[in-house]
């Protein structure tokens, strides 16, 4: 339990900080999230080489990993965006309201057709 305390803790001020990050840098959204993307990649590049841990993988599944990445870039570049435009509160807020917007739109959430929309995310 105090380890998923501290966890959940660390989550929100990495979260926060993210934010506050992204509002003093003075790049733009774009090369914010170029330079984040280069950092990881090299990082993990060298983690899984130094644990043994590469291996091919299939075009398909290039592809597949690719499409992600790219929805996941484009969600960095709109939340940077956000707090560029904006500020870093209403970026966060939009950032944490991911959660409750899945569980309004979740299927088990609205109830039957009678009461109401019945959308469904997967």
Not at 88 to 95: K, Q
Request: with cysteine; net charge positive; proline share 1%.
């Amino acid at each position: 339990m105090k380890k998923a305390f501290l966890q959940l803790h660390l989550a929100v001020f990495l979260a926060g900080f993210t934010g506050i990050l992204g509002r003093l840098i003075t790049l733009n959204e774009g090369m914010i999230v170029w330079y984040r993307l280069l950092l990881t990649a090299v990082t993990m590049w060298i983690l899984f080489g130094l644990l043994k841990k590469i291996q091919r993988i299939s075009l398909t599944d290039i592809l597949k990993i690719t499409g992600v990445g790219f929805i996941a870039a484009m969600h960095w570049v709109t939340f940077y965006g956000a707090i560029k435009y904006a500020n870093v509160s209403v970026a966060l807020v939009c950032f944490s309201s991911i959660g409750f917007l899945r569980h309004c739109l979740n299927r088990s959430s609205c109830g039957s057709a009678s009461t109401g929309p019945n959308y469904y995310l997967d």
